[in-house]
C-alpha cells in the first residue's frame, strides 16, 4: 500500500517527440503528487505537481494527467529536447503524524535524441 | 537566494571512520530529510526530522545518525557501521505540512567513496 509504482525505467525519445511516464499508487489517503527532475550530478528539482482534485494540470510543455479512480498518474512532456534528457521522479505524500510522508517512484531515465 | 547547501560535494572516507556530511537551509523550513541514491536507484529516506530538537528513522536508517540542534541545519553522521556507504546523499527539505505544501527542495547532493 506505500508503494508507488513508475514505469518505464528507461525511455527513448526523438526530439520533437511525447515522453510519458506512468505512476501508480495504491494507498487512496494521498493527496499531493510531484514530479521531480534529476540532471547527474545533481539533486533533484521540483518539476511540476498535482491534487486529486483535479484530472489535468499544465506547465509549459509539462503536463501531469491523474485518473483517481484508476490510482493512476502520467507525466507528459510534449516536444521533448535533448536538454529534457534525465531522469525523472514521480512521488506521492499524504499527511503523516507532525507532517507528511512521500514516497518515491524508482526513477525513468529519459534520454532524447537530437 | 534562498536554498540547500551540502557539503562537501565529494568526500572520501576510510575503512572504521566516521564521517559527517553537512546540510544547511535558509528558506525557514521546519521538515528536513536525508536520503540515500544508488547508481541507477531511487531515493531511500535515511531520517527525516519535522521539527528542532527532533528526529525519526526513515527505511534505512541503519549506520547512520543525525541531529537537529538549529532549525537551518540537520547534519549526517556516516558511521563504521554502515557497511555499504559509498552512495550519493541528498538533503532535502519542506515546509512540512503547513498548508499542505508538500513539495521538496533538494540541495546538491555529497558523493562519498570508501577508499
Known amino acids: 500500500q506505500q508503494q508507488v509504482k513508475q514505469s518505464p525505467q528507461s525511455l527513448i525519445v526523438q526530439k520533437g517527440g511525447i515522453s510519458i511516464i506512468n505512476c501508480a499508487y495504491e494507498?487512496?489517503?494521498?493527496?499531493?503528487f510531484p514530479w521531480y527532475q534529476q540532471f547527474p550530478g545533481k539533486g533533484p528539482a521540483l518539476l511540476i505537481a498535482i491534487r486529486p482534485d483535479v484530472s489535468e494540470k499544465k506547465e509549459g510543455r509539462f503536463t501531469i494527467s491523474f485518473n483517481k479512480s484508476a490510482k493512476q498518474f502520467s507525466l507528459h512532456i510534449m516536444d521533448s529536447q535533448p536538454g529534457d534528457s534525465a531522469t525523472y521522479f514521480c512521488?506521492?505524500?499524504?499527511?503523516?503524524?507532525?507532517?507528511?510522508?512521500?514516497?518515491f517512484g524508482a526513477g525513468t531515465r529519459l534520454f532524447v535524441k537530437a | 537566494d534562498g536554498g540547500i547547501t551540502q557539503s562537501p560535494k565529494y568526500l572520501f572516507r576510510k575503512e572504521g571512520q566516521n564521517v559527517t556530511l553537512s546540510c544547511e537551509q535558509n528558506l525557514n523550513h521546519d521538515a528536513m530529510y536525508w536520503y540515500r541514491q544508488d547508481p541507477g536507484q531511487g531515493l531511500r529516506l535515511i531520517y527525516y526530522?519535522?521539527?528542532?530538537?527532533?528526529?525519526q528513522k526513515g527505511d534505512i536508517a541503519e549506520g547512520y545518525s543525525v541531529s537537529r540542534e538549529k532549525k537551518e541545519s540537520f547534519p549526517l553522521t556516516v558511521t563504521s557501521a554502515q557497511k555499504n556507504p559509498t552512495a550519493f546523499y541528498l538533503c532535502a527539505s519542506s515546509m512540512g505540512g503547513v498548508r499542505r505544501n508538500y513539495g521538496y527542495t533538494f540541495g546538491s547532493g555529497t558523493r562519498l567513496t570508501v577508499v
Open positions: 526530522s519535522q521539527i528542532v530538537n527532533d528526529f
Open positions: 512521488a506521492a505524500s499524504r499527511r503523516d503524524t507532525g507532517g507528511f510522508k512521500t514516497i
Open positions: 494507498n487512496t489517503a494521498f493527496d499531493y
